[in-house]
């Protein structure tokens, strides 16, 4: 079956430190890779994702790359803010013509908070 | 419509009782996906619709949940006999299409907040 695995949190970081938070995969077929992030009081919001091997996902600072050998899914920002503290989900979807329809299949979450 | 909509953002229910959760995808958006977050469990799977079918309904929890979805759009979540462990936030989400092209974005609602009590 498919599953992920984060690294457990909680997180707690000074502003412009350098953030990472560790995401690891299993899955049957080629899965797509996300991050999903959830702020306090808001819905969950797709942050960044990949397709395939080696891609580079990007979006407010923070990157992520699909490492398949490696089977792992990695979030960096370089200069963390405040308004970054927020539930960052790893996730996955294995598409096609199987049973996995494409579900979003999640890891725990990792609770960041970055003070001042 | 811009977003996935969900209704009501909050709902307290005596427990025994009976609950409808209501979904409107994003306008377009062939499948339609149910999730359960609550504390300690994380995100879990609940159902898929594609149109009005449902392919996979394996991670409904007990036959006291039952969904349904219409006109290829709006989806209602129905929990009968409300229990504690029922409480958790229902999320609703949507994308493009369904079996095919795994990198298509889902879409979240903000969900609806179940507390039963």
């Known amino acids: 079956g498919n599953s992920v695995t984060q690294m457990e949190g909680p997180v707690t970081l000074s502003e412009e430190a350098f953030l990472t938070i560790n995401c690891t995969y299993t899955?049957?077929?080629?899965?797509?890779l996300f991050w999903y992030v959830q702020y306090p009081g808001e819905g969950l919001q797709l942050l960044l994702k990949?397709?395939?091997?080696?891609d580079k996902g990007s979006n407010k600072g923070f990157e992520a790359t699909y490492r398949k050998e490696t089977t792992s899914f990695h979030l960096e920002k370089g200069s963390v803010q405040v308004s970054d503290s927020a539930v960052y989900f790893c996730?996955?979807?294995?598409?096609?013509?199987?049973?996995?329809?494409?579900?979003?299949?999640f890891g725990q979450g990792t609770i960041l908070t970055v003070h001042p | 419509g811009a977003g996935v909509s969900q209704s009501p953002s909050n709902k307290v229910t005596e427990k025994g009782k009976d609950v409808e959760l209501r979904c409107d995808p994003i306008?377009?958006?062939?499948?339609l996906y149910w999730y359960r977050q609550s504390l300690g469990q994380g995100l879990e799977f609940l159902i898929y619709f594609q149109g009005n079918s449902a392919p996979d309904k394996s991670g409904l929890p007990s036959d006291r949940f039952s969904a349904e979805r219409t006109g290829g759009s709006v989806s209602t979540l129905t929990i009968q006999r409300t229990q504690q462990e029922d409480s958790a936030v229902y999320l609703c989400?949507?994308?493009?299409?369904?079996?095919?092209?795994?990198?298509?974005?889902?879409?979240f609602g903000e969900g609806s907040w179940l507390t039963v009590v």
């Open positions: 989400a949507s994308r493009k299409r369904g079996a095919g092209g795994s990198g298509n974005t889902i879409y």
């Open positions: 990949a397709t395939k091997a080696d």
């Open positions: 996730a996955l979807s294995v598409g096609g013509g199987g049973t996995s329809y494409g579900k979003l299949t």
């Open positions: 306008s377009g958006h062939t499948a």
């Open positions: 899955a049957t077929g080629y899965p797509s």
